[in-house]
C-alpha cells in the first residue's frame, strides 16, 4: 500500500419489558453471530468490511466501519471509513481541498502512520496514470498527481490520514476473540456522504440476526 507523507439517532431502549427483552436479545447477538466472526478468519478480506463489534467499546475503532485495502500471509491493511476529522484536506495537502467529496474535510484512516495520507478514488471502466485500481470501482489515488485533472477523470475522492494495520495473523485473532464482523462492501460505503450513520447503515443491511446489532444504543449502560 503506498501512502504519502504529510450514528443515526436512535429511540431511546424502551422502560417495558418487551423492550428490555428484545435489547437483551441484541446484545446477544452481537457478542457471536455465525458466519461473521470466527467462521472467516481463514478468508483473505480484501476488499471487504470490518465492521467493529460491541466488544469495541472506546478509541477510534469503536463502531467503526474498516475497508479492507489489502489481507495477505503478512498481515492486513485498511482505512477506518466513517471517523471524519475538523482538518481541512488543503492544511495537508493544498489543491486538494476543492475537489474531494463531501463532507468535505479529512478523515482518520487508523492510528498508524498519522503523518501520512492516502486517497481513495470511485473509479470508471477507464485505466488512469494516477491511480492504482485496487478492485473494480474503487483505487489508489497518486496525491502528487495535479488534483483538478484527477477530480476530472473520477466520480469521488476521499483522503484519510494514517491507516489500520495488523501483523501477521493478529487481525485473525481478533475475528475469533469477536471484535469484527466480516461483511461486504458497497462502493458507496467508501464516499458515504453520512459517516456517522454508516457503522448502523452497515449493518442494518445484513441478513438476518445480525441486523439486529444496529439497535444497541451507544451507550451500553442504557437499558
Known amino acids: 500500500m503506498v501512502v504519502r507523507g504529510a450514528a443515526p439517532r436512535e429511540a431511546p431502549v424502551a422502560s417495558t419489558t418487551a423492550a428490555a427483552t428484545v435489547v437483551v436479545r441484541v446484545r446477544a447477538v452481537a457478542r457471536a453471530v455465525d458466519g461473521h466472526n470466527g467462521r472467516v478468519s481463514a478468508e483473505r478480506l480484501t476488499g471487504r468490511l470490518l465492521v467493529a463489534t460491541p466488544l469495541i467499546d472506546e478509541g477510534v475503532f469503536h463502531r467503526s466501519v474498516i475497508l479492507v485495502l489489502q489481507h ?3 498481515g492486513a491493511q485498511g482505512v477506518v471509513l466513517n471517523k471524519p476529522l475538523t482538518a481541512e ?13 463531501e463532507p468535505a ?29 485496487l478492485w473494480p470501482g474503487v483505487g489508489l489515488v497518486d496525491l502528487d498527481a ?3 485533472l484527477v477530480a476530472s477523470q473520477v466520480e469521488a475522492v476521499r483522503v484519510f490520514v494514517g491507516y489500520a494495520g495488523w501483523s501477521p495473523g493478529q487481525l485473525e485473532g481478533e475475528l475469533r476473540t469477536g471484535s469484527w464482523y466480516a461483511v461486504d462492501a458497497r462502493r458507496e460505503d467508501t464516499f458515504t456522504l453520512d459517516p456517522d ?11 438476518g ?9 451507544e451507550d451500553p449502560s442504557i437499558n
Open 72 to 74: 495477505g500471509d503478512d
Open 89 to 101: 484536506v488543503d492544511a495537508i495537502l493544498p489543491g486538494w481541498g476543492d475537489h474531494v467529496s
Open 105 to 133: 474535510t479529512l478523515f482518520q484512516g487508523g492510528p498508524v502512520q498519522l503523518d501520512s495520507a492516502l486517497g481513495l478514488v470511485a473509479t470508471s471502466a477507464t485505466a488512469l496514470s494516477s491511480v492504482q485500481e
Open 146 to 148: 495535479v488534483p483538478a
Open 197 to 207: 450513520a454508516l457503522w448502523a447503515q452497515v449493518l442494518r443491511r445484513q441478513p
Open 209 to 217: 440476526e445480525l441486523s439486529w446489532v444496529a439497535l444497541l444504543p
